[in-house]
T-cell receptor, first 113, second 117 residues
Framework: AQKITQTQPGMFVQEKEAVTLDCTYD???????LFWYKQPSSGEMIFLIY??????QNATEGRYSLNFQKARKSANLVISASQLGDSAMYFC??????????FGQGTRLTINP | EAGVVQSPRYKIIEKKQPVAFWCNPI?????LYWYLQNLGQGPELLIR????????DSQLPKDRFSAERLKGVDSTLKIQPAELGDSAVYLC???????????????FGPGTRLLVL
């Protein structure tokens, strides 16, 4: 069974608009962590933001915020005021049991000028 | 602070040849990971080290893949012999496992793109 599902293979957004990238997850472990990584064409996976399952508030890091809806098992990434440099692949990942990361299939985001 | 370093960045070999990838983790990170990323997919864990011990190698195809982390710092991943289907990006990541048993965020290197002809 897919543990991390990213239903949007590709997204196209106008520069300066906000964009939401969807991520749903599946786990029975009460303790888990959710991560978003950005992968530009250069190939490096860049850590963006983290949300712990016990965190009461949604995580924010600059223009990135995580819309964490625990009951729905969703952890959507919101990028405000998108920039051309935001064009990349974005991966949602879950860590359960404190150890292993499991990644989704990714969403390719393209920012249009 | 230096990030995770990997070399080479690109490698082209013929099938049945051996190949090796090298990774130097972030200083102080005791946990090191090797991931395989096929085109259009998310990374999948091959092996995880805590210091010099391989604590999870369940996804490593041991007939042709091997890895080592002899002094608990640098690591090498080897494929022998390589097959066409091994063409992919091999990512190394590192993190800190705290004394309290908390595994902190994983940080990735730039990856090695392997093409097997």
């Amino acid at each position: 069974a897919q543990k991390i599902t990213q239903t949007q293979p590709g997204m196209f957004v106008q520069e300066k608009e906000a964009v939401t990238l969807d991520c749903t997850y599946d786990t029975s472990d009460p303790s888990y962590g959710l991560f978003w990584y950005k992968q530009p064409s250069s190939g490096e996976m860049i850590f963006l933001i983290y949300q712990g399952s016990y965190d009461q508030q949604n995580a924010t890091e600059g223009r990135y915020s995580l819309n964490f809806q625990k009951a729905r098992k969703s952890a959507n990434l919101v990028i405000s005021a998108s920039q051309l440099g935001d064009s990349a692949m974005y991966f949602c990942a879950m860590r359960e049991g404190g150890q292993k990361l499991v990644f989704g299939q990714g969403t390719r985001l393209t920012i249009n000028p | 602070e230096a990030g995770v370093v990997q070399s080479p960045r690109y490698k082209i070999i013929e099938k049945k040849q051996p190949v090796a990838f090298w990774c130097n983790p972030i200083s102080g990170h005791n946990t090191l990971y090797w991931y395989l990323q096929n085109l259009g997919q998310g990374p999948e864990l091959l092996i995880r080290y805590e210091n010099e011990e391989a604590v999870d190698d369940s996804q490593l195809p041991k007939d042709r893949f091997s890895a080592e982390r002899l002094k608990g710092v640098d690591s090498t991943l080897k494929i022998q012999p390589a097959e066409l289907g091994d063409s992919a990006v091999y990512l190394c990541a590192s993190s800190l496992l705290t004394s309290g048993g908390i595994q902190e965020t994983q940080y990735f290197g730039p990856g090695t793109r392997l093409l097997v002809l």
